[in-house]
């Protein structure tokens, strides 16, 4: 099946309603059931995340091929792209078009990019690092103004706690990561993949296609706070990062630079900021914040 996504720049697009996008666990695309045993040798059948390659092409040049759960194919192109800084959040997309017996999804540009011509063929596979693949995605962030935001903790603590107890994957299956964009407390946009990478390039597509204005946003992720994750947050201009897990100290080295708030081991009472301490407004009383619960327990509540 083909599908084309019709898409144009921000100073064409009609204004279109942004959907509040949350995970869908029953989807069956999304999981399989296994057989196996346990640690008793008894018979278990349990749900697992099913990862399918996406191969991506901008007009003619095919990008790079990915390993997904393909669920948002359109906006992990879109987000792809504009985190690499192949596309410029001015450019003229005129279509995407996603081939579901292919395992394609074309972004199709009015003008030819400079990426074009230098790009070889690059596959990325399952695992959290992505790697940085282009040598001036740093000189994008550099310079970067984020906008002066303040985070309430007393939205942290809401934020945090919708996000555990939303069905997710995560829930049904595991081995999968989350990331989530919110306004104050509230979830708008959460995506799910086997990469953190791919969920956080979902979500820049989805605000880019929807023109979400990120300036008062706040960026949570289930993941580790890296130099990626902290370049990504910073090329949508979203000016506050969080997360359950914990830091790098290139990830933390970036943050302070470009003035982002960086929040990491965000569980239950507890959460540390490395960097933007001063956009936090502490208003909420920690008498009133309940535990996490071990059923919401993400991977690496134990180890940070």
């Not at 979830?187 to 929807?210: F, L, Q, S, T």
């Not at 933007?276 to 009383?285: A, L």
Request: include cysteine; glycine fraction near 8%.
């Amino acid at each position: 099946m083909t599908e084309a996504i019709q898409t144009k720049p921000k100073s064409a697009r009609k204004d279109l309603p942004a959907p509040r996008v949350m995970p869908d666990p029953q989807n069956p695309r999304l999981t399989e059931r296994v057989m196996g045993i346990d640690q008793t040798g008894a018979p278990i059948e349990i749900s697992v995340p099913v990862e399918r390659p996406l191969t991506l092409y901008l007009n003619s040049q095919e990008i790079v091929t990915m390993m997904t759960i393909n669920d948002y194919p359109e906006y992990l192109a879109l987000g792809y792209l504009l985190n690499q800084n192949m596309l410029k959040p001015d450019d003229v997309v005129t279509e995407v078009v996603y081939d579901d017996d292919l395992q394609v999804v074309v972004v199709y540009t009015e003008r030819g990019t400079n990426f074009e011509e230098k790009l070889k063929k690059k596959t990325l596979t399952s695992g959290c690092a992505q790697g940085t693949a282009f040598g001036d995605l740093m000189e994008a962030i550099e310079g970067a103004i984020l906008p002066s935001a303040k985070l309430r903790t007393s939205w942290l603590y809401q934020m945090t706690h919708a996000i555990n107890t939303a069905p997710s994957l995560y829930l049904e299956a595991g081995a999968i990561h989350g990331c989530v964009l919110c306004k104050e407390g509230e979830p708008v946009c959460y995506m799910e993949d086997v990469g953190r990478h791919n969920a956080v390039d979902k979500i820049a597509g989805w605000a880019w296609r929807h023109k979400v204005d990120v300036a008062d946003k706040i960026m949570y992720t289930t993941g580790r706070l890296t130099s990626e994750m902290v370049i990504k947050t910073v090329r949508m201009g979203i000016p506050i990062l969080v997360s359950r897990s914990g830091f790098t100290a290139w990830g933390v080295e970036l943050a302070r630079q470009v003035g982002l708030t960086l929040i990491g081991r965000t569980k239950g009472k507890r959460f540390i900021a490395l960097s933007g301490q001063e956009r936090i407004v502490f208003d909420q009383s920690l008498e009133f914040v309940a535990e996490e619960s071990a059923r919401h327990r993400r991977k690496g509540s134990d180890d940070d």
